[in-house]
């Protein structure tokens, strides 16, 4: 089977090749993703709503006036990664529902620039949940001031915040074309998420404490930036594999 | 060529070849595997077996060869509904790396300037598709892949984009279509599936109107 063209259309092969560079062509996804996020409201007043539900439950749960230490650090992540959760299983809804997959695949660019386009949105919508939810977190729950700590604090979260959106993004990309997407998301990145859970408590613990306060911990600083590392050449190789049908 | 999905075969053993510059007019009932042959077509779907060439590239190898060259205009108008008509043209231009000004050009050629800043999700089916045929031909492809493009216009709007991707576009076209008479008028070439198999195959001249409707009963 062929479908032809006149041959003086045809541009020389190394014309052919994707000439918009991966730069601009991830400003522009990234651009058209916050537009609709901003027009839409759907992700991230979901998950900072849930994060602050989940505080207040943990309040009323724990019965106790405040948290520190290990109790407080795991109650932070998990809560964040539950929020994260959300946002994964929307990130790529409406490229699935409304043809934006295709129109993107129909355009001669680099394909793992929607995986980079992706990850620095779920990572932005992270960052303004994290805006959210830790000031609460600290109001609700948290024995200990967040002040000192705070600038460890935020590096942690960073370091675990690159973790997420890459691998959310190779989640959502993996369960949005199947029939049980919402099922599959949870599924697909809770596991994943556990080293994340454990190098950001462990990391987050000694600053949450009140008696030892200690500094970072560069054991688990390196353990989250490996992970991240990891996953991001494995989410480099597998992306475009992903959006093949 | 040959398609399947799982173990059901949506297209077997089709094989044709369209010259530069004409119409391939599709017919066929429902499920017959007219969406299917365009999305393979488009790159969008990979063949199963066969040697299918789309503007001189062997797909799905080459695929990425011809992705810049094709315009596809389907049931989905791949419009983001939030987005106006306006950002969505300037969204896929920027994808093409096309100027700025185009978006202008085609949303003019549609009769949607006035309506340009508007989400998707505010304008009718018919002005929506009207934006779809700016955003297929926005890139000026070479190969134009068609489903049923005439679906939600009026007769005004019909006459409005045909000079976009009618006969009179100068540009090779595959159009789906469950119009006989609108078809027939725009073929050069006609190819009728059944259950995904070629059921009719030839030259618009020698095909009657009777031929076409029989491939619905």
């Known amino acids: 089977m062929s479908v032809t063209a006149p041959r003086l259309a045809d541009p020389a092969p190394e014309q052919l090749r994707p000439t918009v560079s991966s730069r601009r062509v991830v400003a522009t996804l990234l651009r058209k993703e916050l537009l609709v996020e901003l027009r839409t409201l759907e992700s991230v007043p979901a998950m900072s709503l849930f994060s602050l539900a989940t505080f207040v439950i943990f309040h009323f749960a724990l019965n106790r006036g405040s948290v520190e230490g290990d109790l407080g650090a795991g109650i932070l992540w998990v809560t964040l990664l539950f929020a994260a959760i959300l946002g994964v299983n929307r990130l790529f809804v409406a490229d699935a529902e409304q043809g934006g997959f295709d129109g993107f695949l129909l355009a001669p660019v680099d394909r793992s620039a929607m995986m980079v386009a992706k990850a620095l949105t779920l990572l932005a919508y992270l960052l303004v949940l994290e805006l959210v939810a830790v000031p609460a977190f600290a109001i609700l729950l948290l024995g200990p001031s967040l002040w000192p700590a705070l600038g460890g604090i935020a590096l942690t979260l960073l370091l675990g915040d690159l973790g997420v959106a890459v691998i959310g993004t190779l989640v959502g990309a993996l369960a949005v074309r199947t029939r049980a997407r919402d099922l599959l998301g949870p599924l697909l990145s809770l596991p994943l998420f556990v080293p994340i859970v454990i190098g950001g408590a462990r990391a987050t613990a000694p600053l949450l404490a009140y008696a030892h306060r200690g500094g970072l911990s560069g054991r688990w600083l390196a353990t989250l930036g490996v992970y991240d590392l990891l996953f991001g050449l494995i989410a480099y190789a597998l992306f475009d594999f992903l959006l093949e049908d | ?217």
Not at chain 2, 11 to 18: A, F, K, Q
Not at chain 2, 44 to 69: K, Y
């Open chain 2, 1 to 217: 060529m040959t398609r399947r999905y799982g173990e059901r075969e949506a297209l077997r053993d089709v094989s044709l070849s369209l010259p530069a510059g004409r119409t391939l007019v599709v017919f066929g009932p429902n499920g017959a595997g007219k969406t299917t042959l365009l999305r393979v077509l488009a790159t969008l779907l990979r063949p199963h077996a066969g040697r299918v060439e789309v503007l001189g590239a062997g797909l799905p190898d080459d695929g990425w060869r011809v992705r810049g060259r094709i315009g596809l205009l389907g049931h989905e108008p791949l419009l983001y509904r939030e987005l106006s008509a306006a950002e969505n043209l300037s969204f896929h231009a920027s994808l093409h790396d096309i100027r700025k000004s185009r978006v202008e050009e085609v949303l003019e050629a549609v009769a949607m300037t006035a309506r340009a800043q508007e989400p998707i999700r505010h304008l009718s089916r018919g002005m929506v598709q009207r934006v779809a045929v700016a955003r297929a031909v926005l890139h000026e492809p070479d190969l134009l892949l068609l489903d049923e493009p005439y679906a939600n216009l009026d007769p005004a709007a019909v006459e409005l984009v045909a000079p976009l991707i009618g006969p009179e576009s100068g540009r090779t076209r595959v159009v789906c279509s469950h119009d006989p008479g609108g078809g027939m008028a725009e073929a050069d070439l006609v190819l009728g599936l059944r259950e995904g198999r070629v059921a009719l195959l030839a030259e618009a001249p020698a095909v009657s109107s009777e031929q076409v409707t029989e491939l619905y009963q």
